[in-house]
């Protein structure tokens, strides 16, 4: 009878160091009297914001996954074989999968594209002073799977049980309007671009173990209107003293098959393969000097 008592008392002892424990994590880390996700071990300190890729797109709900390593609080251990570099440890990896409601309270931006034009100016109207124009609303329409977005809540996501939230802010990544590659032909107003596939922008990934897509060639249309502004920089032969690149004026006929150019887009580069050019820089005869 005795041992069964200690053997309760002992449970008891364990369930109130439990919650002790429990109750003072939760004070320390400002979760006093709220329920903890799943994933607290991996989201340790207050998560508002968040990155990561969208997976899928389902009506008004966009499900992105996210990585994050278990802290180490341990000693690092290295493996170290004769003749043979340290291995380091391979850290412990977990991958959530949100899902964010998005309402008509959530503010979807993207930063603008920005075009190095040589001769063409385009002040911002309140240099003028004129009123800015509003950019039109983005909204889930424009949120693309495959997208490395950030997310923003009044949430935190430490409080979470099923992964799912309203986002306030979405930060969507810039458009890629870059491209770079050799005409294969030129008719009228349009030239054809083979160039290699430029890949979505992404963050550093945790996973080693993820290969990186393989570039593949393409043949783009590009379509040229009267604002498309032909024009390079030509850098001087000489190599000292350096003088500074002299900006030169083109037309449409100086575009001969075989010339490398760089096109600069209105629209995306990795969405479609039918563009509108905004600039269009012709390789220079002449490159920069290289100084030692």
Known sequence: ???????????????????FMTVDYKNKNGLNGQTV???ILYLTSPV?????KVEKIEGNVVSISSQYTLPQTAPIAITVMPNQPPVMPTPQIKTITYKLLVTDKTQISQPPSN??????TVPPPSALDL????????TVKNIKVGQYITVNSQIDLRTLLKNTFEATEINLPPITNTLSGKI?????NTLILKAFAPVAVAPPIIAIDIVP??????????????????????????IAPAEPPKPEKLAFSDLKVDMQATVYT???????????????????????????
Do not use: C, W
């Open 213 to 238: 897509p393989t570039p593949i060639e393409k043949e783009y249309t590009i379509y040229i209107t009267q604002d498309t502004e032909i024009s390079r920089n030509i850098y001087s032969t000489d």
């Open 131 to 138: 009123p800015i124009p509003s950019a039109p609303k983005l």
């Open 1 to 19: 009878m005795n041992h069964k008592k200690i053997i309760v008392v002992g449970i008891i002892l364990l369930g109130i160091l439990a919650l």
């Open 37 to 39: 996700s799943p994933n």
């Open 184 to 188: 294969v032909k030129v008719t009228n």
């Open 115 to 120: 075009i190095s034009y040589l001769f063409k």
């Open 266 to 292: 209105v629209e995306d580069v990795i969405e479609t393969q039918t563009l509108t050019a905004l600039r269009i820089e012709p390789a220079a005869s002449t490159s920069p000097a290289i100084l030692p």
């Open 48 to 52: 508002n914001s968040l990155s990561g």
